[in-house]
């Protein structure tokens, strides 16, 4: 949202509804969460570049150009079935749409539209710690006790008799695997890379009406002890 020239923002509407009345003040993920939840918007996402058809996909340059050369409000609810979809969260729904290919593209645009239609923030497994655990338990009348294989033979001394014994081991792993906590929380920076490019986007387009996007965001790394907001 920051390359977006300077001329199209001075085209977006004045930040003040119309009625004069104050902005619903939201963070960026309760806008979200307001937009796909709430108003049930949807995205319309860009053709790819082979494709000749125009207008299925649009983002925040198309949105300020529509509105600038039409010179009024837009009305809403070509997709909520029943009812009306607020102007405001349609134009949401655009801006996500427009994610560019360095922040997830299309595919991101898809996982926070469907985080925020359900509410949730993606898990970072909190408090994930790797234990290392037996592969595999047997369980009898006498307990549980882990699996051991084979994995060589020795030849020891035993009553002045020599014996070829088996060597057992117990095979082992980690549970999570460090990785797998690395990819979740990789994950979640994606997710929250992705949140900060639409609150710039919508903070600096002016676009909204009714709803007033705060700086607030989800905390970056929640995983970080003492980590502030």
Known sequence: MSRVDRRLNRMSTPSANAGGKAKRAMGVQQALEWAFRVEKAQLELPLPQSATEEGFGFG????LLQRAALGCQVDGGQHKL????????????AIVAGLPDA???????????ELARAGLTPDWMPGAVPRCVPVEMKRNQHGARATTVVVGTERILNRGKWRTVEVLACPVRWRPHPEQI???RRAYD????????????????????????????PKLSPWVRGQQN
Do not use: F, N
């Open 60 to 63: 925040l340059e198309y949105v």
């Open 82 to 93: 029943g009812g009306y979809v607020h102007e405001d969260a349609e134009v949401i729904a």
């Open 103 to 113: 922040l997830g593209g299309k595919r991101m645009a898809i996982r926070v539209a």
């Open 182 to 184: 690395e990819a979740a």
């Open 190 to 217: 994606d997710w929250w890379r992705a949140l900060d490019w639409v609150r710039d986007g919508l903070i600096s387009g002016g676009m909204l009406r009714e709803v007033g996007v705060t700086a607030a965001m």
